[in-house]
């Protein structure tokens, strides 16, 4: 248990030497230095002998391989990233399939060459526990990510927080509205007489049952539809009392604009905006999408306007817009990513957080507020490191729990 307790600190001490000040680089380094001659120290006493055969040079040879079909594929990925917002997300599973499937390689053939450890020594039971107390200490003093929810702004994720009833549904805007989050994020589409139901998916199967697209049915047609899920029905609701409610309720919107190929955008933004522009301001909302071109036109139609590309890799790096804001995947966001857009002077929300560790690595990395279907947990925890052993207590239980 400790090993996944030492990679979990250990890649934390990483972006913080990264991320972190020129006087805490030195702590960090002594620290992890000491594990590292505690760790052979036990090895030395212990009388363990590692014979590797050649495994230096076959370790490289392995991994130019694997770093060149890497190459390879990718190159030919990328070209289905241009096929716009489908092609992305496609790219972004292929991508992670690959990713598995060559580390699996790699650690198949280093593994199957002549690698292994011969103890020649009784162990000395009293040592070895004095040892394992120090390497936790050092671990437990290496130090702590920055957390800061003053800093983040939370963003109810198609207007969840938990379980508390269907996505994009008036009555769970009002149940979310309660906690207070800083914005609800929620999903926008263009339907058959031309005006805009509030609903995530293109089909309707998932939520109401019902076959075909959005785009297939008039608003009056969709509204009369009930979308099930989490235990609660409600149904469909046009984004125009979506947006009625979120105003009496006191509560900002960041709105999601979705499309399809066959639809014009410039059009579809046109449309948008000359119904909604100044009820968007008055409310304080914000617009982003995953298409380019919507991006684009919001910002050519609506120059004041508050408009974000959400970004699902960041693998061929970040598109030239006119965005003012990116909402980017939160396990693609690396650190290159984080300080180019820092440099840029740009904000970033990432998305979808669920998991208190993931949020806590990724609070290391420049953004500006969190998107998540659970963000009142998550501010909870959040809150928790501050309390006296809370950070410890949920990382130790965090990997007991997963790596018992």
């Known amino acids: ?31 992890i230095l000491m594990y590292i001659g505690i760790y052979w120290l036990v090895m030395h006493r212990m009388g363990l002998q590692r014979r590797i055969h050649q495994f230096p040079v076959k370790m490289a040879w392995v991994t130019l391989k694997l770093a060149f079909i890497y190459i390879i594929i990718a190159a030919g990925v990328a070209f289905i990233g241009l096929l716009g917002a489908k092609g992305l997300w496609l790219s972004l599973i292929i991508m992670r399939a690959v990713r598995w499937t060559l580390g699996l390689w790699w650690w198949q053939k280093l593994l199957g060459k002549k690698i292994y450890i011969v103890a020649k020594k009784q162990p000395d039971i009293r040592f070895l526990s004095q040892c394992s107390v120090l390497m936790l200490a050092l671990l437990l003093w290496l130090p702590q990510s920055t957390v800061s929810a ?20 008036i009555s769970t805007l009002k149940r979310t509205a309660k906690a207070h989050p800083d914005y609800v994020e929620m999903d926008v589409r263009y339907t058959k007489d031309q005006k805009f139901i509030v609903i995530h998916d293109h089909k309707l199967q998932r939520l109401t049952g019902q076959k075909g697209a959005v785009e297939d049915y008039t608003l009056a047609q969709l509204r009369r539809l009930q979308a099930r899920t989490n235990g609660y029905q409600a149904r469909l609701s046009s984004f125009d009392a979506y947006l009625t409610t979120a105003q009496q309720q006191h509560q900002k919107l960041l709105v999601e604009l979705k499309t399809v190929p066959t639809q014009n955008k410039n059009k579809f933004v046109q449309a948008f905006l000359n119904r909604y522009q100044d009820q968007l301001k008055a409310n304080g909302a914000l617009i982003h999408s995953s298409d380019p071109k919507i991006v684009q036109a919001v910002k050519q139609q609506a120059p004041a306007q508050s408009v974000g590309y959400i970004v699902p890799f960041t693998y061929w790096g970040m598109p030239k817009l006119a965005a003012d804001f990116y909402s980017i995947e939160g396990n693609s966001y690396d650190l290159k990513t984080a300080n180019k857009i820092l440099k840029n002077h740009k904000k970033v929300y990432i998305w979808t957080i669920s998991d208190p560790l993931q949020l806590k690595m990724n609070n290391l990395k420049y953004h500006n507020g969190v998107i998540s279907d659970r963000f009142s947990e998550l501010k909870s925890v959040m809150k928790s490191f501050k309390e006296k052993g809370g950070y410890y207590k949920m990382v130790w239980v965090y990997v007991s729990v997963l790596n018992p």
């Not at 400790?2 to 620290?31: N, W």
């Not at 003053?150 to 549904?169: D, I, M, P, Q």
Request: net charge positive; glycine share 12%; hydrophobic share 35%.
């Open 150 to 169: 003053k800093s983040n702004a939370w963003l109810a994720h198609k207007g969840l927080n938990g379980t508390n009833g269907v996505e994009n549904s």
């Open 1 to 31: 248990m400790q090993d996944y307790f030492a990679t979990f600190r250990f890649t934390e001490a990483y972006l913080y030497f990264i991320r972190g000040s020129g006087t805490i680089k030195p702590v960090i380094s002594g620290l």
